[in-house]
């Protein structure tokens, strides 16, 4: 192959403009990022701080990208040369990192610098309230720490002034609520979509949701002090959308109709599970959006605006959580703006045990699992199959099957005792759930999708009601909303 042609460090420092071509060197490559940077999953504004720049001293930071994810690949393919002066690895010992919480090792941990972990199943099924320390952990930055004493929340916006109020002032100004909801990543089972063909982010479980009872005031509430703002007058106030700023540059936002429902049941949260929040969940306040996807729930929340418009920045208007279609496979060229950002989340479940790869030697296979859905919408059913959905056993809800309706924020578990047919015995077994939700919809229209060797198009990311079958027709660029019916294969020994 021709060698790459040689460039030096003040080469690349004079490309830093789209006229000009925008430039980064990594280790000892030259890479033309010009393209690219409208779509980079983590914000424009962040990879241009490196234009003209090595990106090293960035990548030590967000080490995701040095991680199991494909950034090193999408660089990879704009490379136009080589350094002739490559960075010397430079000191280490400022790294933001260094005061975040110490970590319970037995979650699952994807990244360390910001922290991915994942609920391992072995600790899924113990306590429908997941126990703090083994929650799922989901940061974009380093944790920031705040002292109690000191911490502000500022309320602004359309016709409003600006009221800043202390913890103190939060639990004695406003009753005191308590909303049991789950959380989830919008990338939760992305591993599954990844075997179809790599999506960008990262290759989670099915961990990357927990569930936990949150004490706090409700939002709606703390509006409608500091703003007058409500369900009945938001019409005149001409406000959309309320934003949520995190401490930790975290920005977003959710639908006001949402955040003043009477029935939404958004959350100022100052408590997890009984205990004061822990650091590492957004202490000292943070926000809980029942039933929407877990990046709008911001951490460390300091400030609350009533705004005409959606939060800025890459998690809200950006490419980091918009749902594809199966057809869209570059990251250039696609109109953002005009994607409704991701809020509420699909139905969803798995089987917990048996875990995949394991041998059953009974007769009765023990199955068990979570349910859960978004927007409230409680869980109706749970459905099995050993035979690629020809026949189904319907499991016990347990656990959370009791939840009000439209307001079934949390997890249902379910079991059931599964029959191994004659046929299958030793052999090996997929099997398969699926739930059900209070909507229903789309289960009676279902058709069987035959395999077909190209993946069909398909507009929707995901099916409200029941799960679909089959992963291919929901893989997206992001590997966003992945709820295809869960499969797990194992053994059975006779
Ligand atoms: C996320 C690629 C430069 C900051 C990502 C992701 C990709 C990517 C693929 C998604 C990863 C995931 O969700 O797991 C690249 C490429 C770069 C580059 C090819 C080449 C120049 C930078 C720089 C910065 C940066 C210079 C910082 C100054 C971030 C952040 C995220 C991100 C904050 C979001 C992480 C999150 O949501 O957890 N980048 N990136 N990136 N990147 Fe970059």
Same mark, same amino acid.
């Given at each position: 192959?021709?060698? @790459? ?19 980064? *060197? ?145 639990? *004695? ?30 290759? @989670? ?106 939060? &800025? ?9 918009k749902g594809f ?14 994607i409704?950002?991701m &809020?509420? =989340?699909?139905? &969803? ?91 229903? *919809? ?19 990311m995901?099916?409200?009601?029941? &799960? ?6 929901? @893989?997206n =660029?992001r590997?966003l909303n ?13």
């Amino acid at each position: 192959a021709e060698p @790459w042609p040689r460039y030096c460090s003040a080469d690349v420092a004079k490309h830093t403009t789209p006229e000009q071509g925008i430039w980064v *060197s990594y280790k000892d490559g030259v890479y033309d990022i010009t393209k690219f940077v409208a779509n980079h999953p983590g914000g424009t504004d962040k990879i241009m701080l490196a234009a003209g720049k090595a990106i090293d001293p960035f990548w030590r930071i967000y080490q995701q990208h040095t991680g199991r994810g494909n950034a090193l690949e999408l660089l990879e393919s704009m490379r136009i040369g080589d350094l002739s002066d490559p960075p010397q690895a430079d000191d280490r010992s400022s790294c933001p990192f260094s005061t975040d919480p110490e970590r319970h090792p037995g979650l699952i941990f994807h990244n360390n610098k910001p922290c991915n972990a994942e609920l391992p199943a072995e600790l899924m099924l113990d306590a429908w309230l997941t126990p703090n320390p083994v929650w799922f952990i989901r940061h974009h930055h380093p944790v920031p720490i705040m002292d109690h004493d000191q911490y502000r929340l500022v309320v602004d916006g359309v016709g409003t002034k600006s009221v800043t109020l202390s913890l103190e002032d939060l639990k *004695s100004r406003f009753l005191k609520r308590e909303v049991v909801a789950t959380l989830q990543c919008g990338g939760n089972r992305r591993s599954e979509l990844d075997q179809i063909e790599k999506t960008s982010g990262i290759p @989670w479980g099915f961990g990357a949701m927990s569930t936990a009872k949150w004490g706090g005031v409700y939002l709606r509430e703390v509006l409608q002090h500091c703003a007058g703002l409500s369900h009945e007058n938001v019409e005149a106030f001409e406000v959309k959308h309320i934003i949520f700023k995190g401490l930790d540059s975290m920005e977003a936002s959710i639908p006001v109709q949402k955040a003043l429902s009477p029935y939404g049941d958004v959350l100022l949260a100052y408590e997890m599970n009984g205990e004061s929040l822990p650091k590492e969940h957004g202490a000292p306040v943070r926000i809980i959006v029942p039933g929407v996807v877990g990046v709008r729930n911001v951490k460390w929340v300091g400030k609350i605006t009533a705004s005409q418009e959606e939060a &800025q920045g890459p998690w809200q208007r950006g490419i980091a959580y918009k749902g594809f279609s199966p057809n869209v496979k570059e990251l250039t060229g696609i109109d953002i703006e005009k994607i409704p950002s991701m &809020q509420d =989340l699909p139905v &969803q479940s798995a089987i917990v045990f048996p875990k995949a790869g394991s041998t059953v030697e009974l007769d009765d296979i023990e199955v068990k699992g979570f349910a859960w859905s978004g927007g409230g919408r409680g869980i109706v059913r749970v459905d099995l199959s050993l035979d690629d959905g020809k026949t189904w056993i319907t499991a016990d809800l347990q656990d959370g099957k009791d939840q009000a309706y439209n307001r079934a924020w949390a997890w249902t578990f379910w079991e059931a005792s599964v029959p191994v047919p004659d046929s299958l015995k030793g052999k090996d077994i997929t099997i398969l759930c699926r739930a059900v939700d209070s909507a229903y *919809s789309s289960l009676a229209a279902k058709v069987r999708v035959q395999v077909v060797a190209e993946r069909p198009p398909c507009p929707s990311m995901s099916q409200r009601g029941t &799960q679909p079958e089959r992963p291919e027709p929901l @893989w997206n =660029l992001r590997g966003l909303n992945c709820n295809c019916w869960h499969r797990v294969s194992i053994r059975h020994q006779d």
